[in-house]
């Protein structure tokens, strides 16, 4: 089954203390991407990868750090975790989304940092 | 710069009735467009998209959407809610020229639309 895969759905965390969120695809897409959902806000782009080693700042990236070592996998770190980083996270994937094709989105990780 | 606006943060339907779900864009050229829905504890699935051709897109579970250019609108209806029709739906957007600086292939979502449906 063609899935987007995040780990771990939930977690509960203190400030300062390093983590990362693993997102994994199994449709050989190019591009990746990280959003964040905020009550009234929609989602966000954090970071996106158009290919493996190829990363960049989204519109929110803040915070976070990202790597692209293989085509399936797009971690989300969080070198040290702040209160205002209690979010929802989706990591999404796409095969080219810079010509209208659509993003697929895993199931997300909520973070709470407290 | 492109942005989404989505009327009404909370729609509230009774079953059988008619689903109209909102959208307006802003943006110089005309993007792709998108509506997906978010159901608790699950992420976004992908409800139905734009990008040329016709401009009424048929999407899954009966839903169907209208691109108009000249109102910048990308309205989601459905004639019929059903209980189970009961999530958060986002409209997107990304941009339709080419893969650039100004194009990363970045969705631009709209604040998000919480449908009720009443039995």
């Known amino acids: 089954e063609a899935q987007v895969t995040q780990n771990p759905r939930y977690l509960i965390t203190v400030t300062g203390k390093k983590l990362t969120v693993t997102c994994s695809q199994n449709?050989?897409?190019?591009?990746m991407s990280w959003y964040r959902q905020d009550p009234g806000l929609g989602l966000r782009q954090i970071y996106y990868?158009?290919?493996?080693?190829?990363?960049d700042k989204g519109d929110v990236p803040e915070g976070y750090k990202v790597s692209r070592k293989e085509k399936r996998n797009f971690p989300l770190i969080l070198e040290s975790p702040s209160p205002n980083q209690t979010s929802l996270y989706f990591c999404a994937s796409s095969l080219y989304p810079t010509r209208g094709q659509p993003q697929h989105f895993g199931d997300g990780t909520r973070l709470s940092i407290l | 710069a492109q942005s989404v606006t989505q009327l009404g943060s909370h729609v509230s339907v009774s079953e059988g009735a008619l689903v109209l779900l909102r959208c307006n864009y802003s943006s110089s050229v005309p993007p792709y467009l998108f509506w997906y829905v978010q159901y608790p504890n699950q992420g976004l699935q992908l409800l139905l998209k734009?990008?040329?051709?016709?401009?009424l897109v048929k999407g899954i579970n009966g839903f169907e959407a209208e691109f108009k250019k000249s109102e910048t609108s990308f309205h989601l209806t459905k004639p019929s809610a059903h209980m189970s029709d009961a999530a958060e739906y986002f409209c997107a957007v990304s941009p339709s020229w080419p893969q650039g600086s100004s194009n990363t292939g970045k969705l631009i979502f709209g604040q998000g639309t919480t449908l009720q449906v009443k039995p």
């Open positions: 734009y990008t040329t051709g016709a401009t």
């Open positions: 990868s158009m290919n493996v080693e190829v990363t």
């Open positions: 449709m050989n897409h190019e591009y």
